[in-house]
């Protein structure tokens, strides 16, 4: 595995190539999987360590969707575990922008009216408050406080 070690916006990022087949690269960014398009494909003959890298990420471990390469993720704290737990029954609650979970203010089974603050996140060093979009029960929670979440990221659901 090839690892390489970005910092944007100064935020620190360490992506691991875990296998590389035409254009689609299975990699970890901070230790989440991840399976990304690449916009041509890696020459093997140019890049001899990522020719070794056709090894297969365990089939238990969700991927997110494509992405574009090179994006990175944002940090995730190491009590964040790689496997995203499923989704609940309901709308989900997605990040508007990557970010950290500063406060989680509900629990699963809680009722939430529309404009409630769920969560708050942290990005660029500012509080956003994420509010609830519909009225309903917190079906499922899929984030942690501490954790990283990329923008689009579904942190809860709410049915």
């Not at 901070?30 to 890696?42: L, V």
């Not at 993720?73 to 922008?97: C, E």
């Not at 969560?119 to 501490?146: R, Y």
Request: no cysteine.
């Amino acid at each position: 595995m090839k690892t390489y070690k970005y910092r944007v916006q100064g935020v620190d990022y360490e992506v691991e190539i875990a296998e590389v087949e035409g254009k689609i690269a299975k990699v970890n960014v901070n230790g989440i999987p991840f399976e990304i398009e690449m916009q041509k494909p890696i020459n093997a003959a140019k890049h001899p360590a990522l020719a070794a890298t056709k090894r297969s990420v365990s089939t238990a471990t969700p991927v997110a969707a494509p992405v574009s390469a090179p994006q990175p993720a944002p940090t995730v704290s190491s009590a964040a575990s790689p496997a995203q737990p499923a989704a609940g029954a309901g709308n989900p609650v997605k990040a508007p922008l990557p970010g950290t979970i500063n406060a989680i203010n509900v629990k699963v089974g809680d009722t939430v009216a529309v404009g409630d603050v769920v969560i708050i996140l942290e990005a660029m060093k500012m509080q956003n408050n994420i509010e609830a979009e519909n009225a309903g029960t917190v079906t499922s929670i899929l984030v942690n406080q501490g954790d990283s979440v990329m923008e689009g990221a579904v942190m809860l659901t709410i049915g």
